[in-house]
């Protein structure tokens, strides 16, 4: 009989996340693996088509099984509803979790964002005692306290209460960043091991027609994912704008995605060499990273940012298109390190400016120096086959510690 994994995740396939390929990975090499999820919403917050919004149900994907549970819609614009999304999934799951996870031999937490998501994984290892590794994508409590909420004796209480039960009841901790240890430290177990398994480059098709971004003449500027608070577009379309007449003729930045944050940037750029494209299927963003120049990767100047590695960096360095990082800490060193592009300070509107300048300005021979290094780090640092195989071989390593 194989060994039964059972992974918790936020979300899952229709959905597009890293997990769908870790799952796929694993059941290939002969695990039976099953997931918990939530009836798929995200990014838009609404129900997929083809699904129905049960409070439970169970499908298949790929011979893979797949527990489903109601799913909060309508949290992108509710800060409400984005809370009562994370509670519905912890008190859910864990109603669904009490009675499937004696059958399973391990649990893996795909953690990606709110840590109460964790909480049907960690039930299954104190009632059960099934081993239980996480990887770590965002970091409780801070995160909470970047994304707006203010930091109160209360609150802060609670939350630190919360998140050390949670690290106390893991076995293997995976971590997406190096720099999230030391944020971590302070809520897990004296002896705990960490391991640094970041996210890995998305497929990229080279071999594609580019997409059509505006005149071919122009240095194309490129972001895409997420339009949040924290993405720091604001800054970026301030510094943009700020530019002299000459190099805003030669220059477009593109905004591809969608987000709470897109309704007032829109409203609020009126630069015509700004173009907001919307949001596209994920097979189709090939065509536009091959399209672009340089392609841009930002956060809001906060500690916990510092130690973040957005997903999209994997991806355009699999793109071998030189990066624009207005962002501070680790994503920065690798920038820099590895010669793959420009930073600046994402709160630094003269420095984000100067950067594009420069950026513009770059020679066919600073570029190839850029090109050159791509390959070592899509094939080392952010290989997906040692990334999946490290992570079962931590979910597999044996019992309870």
Known sequence: ???????????????????????????????????????????????????????????????????????????????FKKILKYLNFMILGSIIAIFIGRKYDFVFGFNMSALTNMVPAVLIRKLYKKPLTFWTLDIWPESIYAYGFKKTKMLSLILDYFVKFIYHNIDNIALSGKGFESFLRVYSKQQQSY????????????????????EDSKVHFTFAGNIGKVQNLANIIKAFSEMDDGYLKRSQLNIIGSGSALSSLK???????????????????????????????????????????????????????PI??????????????????????????????????????TDNIRLKEFSKNFEKLSNQTFNKDIIINRLLELTTSGAIK
């Open 324 to 361: 624009l990082a207005f962002i501070n800490g680790d994503t920065a060193e690798i920038i820099k390190e590895n010669n793959i592009g420009f930073i600046a300070n994402p709160s630094d509107i003269d420095e984000m400016k100067s950067t594009f300048m420069l950026a513009i300005d």
């Open 195 to 214: 391991y640094y398994l970041p996210n890995w480059a998305d497929d990229i098709n080279l071999n594609i027609e580019p997409a059509k971004l505006g």
């Open 1 to 79: 009989m194989p060994k039964k994994i059972l992974i918790v995740t936020e979300c899952f396939y229709p959905e597009e996340f890293k997990i769908n390929d870790v799952a796929l990975s694993w059941k290939d090499k002969g695990y039976s693996v099953d997931i918990l999820t939530l009836v798929p919403t995200y990014p838009v917050g609404v129900i997929f088509d083809g699904y129905k919004n049960k409070i439970f149900s169970i499908n298949f994907f790929q011979g893979i099984k797949i527990y489903r549970v109601f799913a909060v819609t309508g949290y992108r614009n509710s800060l």
């Open 267 to 321: 409203s609020s750029s009126f630069n015509k060499n700004i173009i907001f494209h919307g949001l596209k299927p994920r097979n189709e963003m090939s065509a536009y990273f091959l399209a672009s120049d340089f392609l841009i990767v930002s956060l809001i100047d906060r500690p916990i940012f510092s130690v973040t590695i957005p997903a999209k960096t994997q991806t355009y360095i699999a793109a071998k298109k």
